[in-house]
């Protein structure tokens, strides 16, 4: 029986391309653990949105400075390893309520957004390092990869 679906975060992605980030080594661990549990790893176009606005910032506004053409690159990395969670009516409308059921705020729009579409397509899993971000959502289990069991030699 294959393991629950795991969404990553656009914080997991963006280690993920970066070889020379100092979580890169946990980072890959924590995916390689899910899936030896047989899990699926999911994204949407929202983390497509904030990875490439991470990735083509520049470098004195907290960003990685590259080429659209570099960011494209790495996007297509993780695109062809993960599964799309697409973006429907169905998610647009449950982002939408949550938005309001839950007093959303200023950035927290862009969890929200990623909650949406979890629910919409059962996903209950998110891999991040910002766990404490998806709190309020009782239904959906923030997964820090830190508590990730790394590979037993």
């Known amino acids: 029986m294959p393991g629950a679906p795991y969404l990553v975060d656009s914080n997991v992605l963006l280690r993920w391309v970066k070889p020379d980030d100092r979580d890169y080594p946990l980072v ?6 899910v899936l030896r549990q047989g899990a699926a ?14 990735c083509t910032r520049p470098l004195h506004r ?7 053409q570099e960011a494209d690159r790495r ?16 998610v647009h409308q449950e982002w939408r309520r949550l938005l309001v059921s839950y007093n ?30 998806f709190a309020r959502y009782s239904d959906i289990e923030a997964v820090h990869p830190r508590s990730i069991p790394a590979k037993r030699l």
């Open 104 to 133: 959303v705020s200023g950035v927290q729009v862009h969890d929200a957004r990623l909650v949406a579409a979890m629910r919409v397509q059962e996903v209950r899993q998110i891999l991040t390092f910002n766990d404490k971000d």
């Open 75 to 90: 996007a297509k990395f993780f695109e062809d390893k993960l599964q799309l969670l697409p973006d429907t009516a169905a």
């Open 62 to 68: 907290n960003g990685y400075g590259l080429s659209p």
């Open 28 to 33: 890959v661990s924590a995916l390689d653990a």
């Open 41 to 54: 790893l999911c994204y949407t176009s929202q983390n497509v949105a904030e990875f490439w606005n991470t």
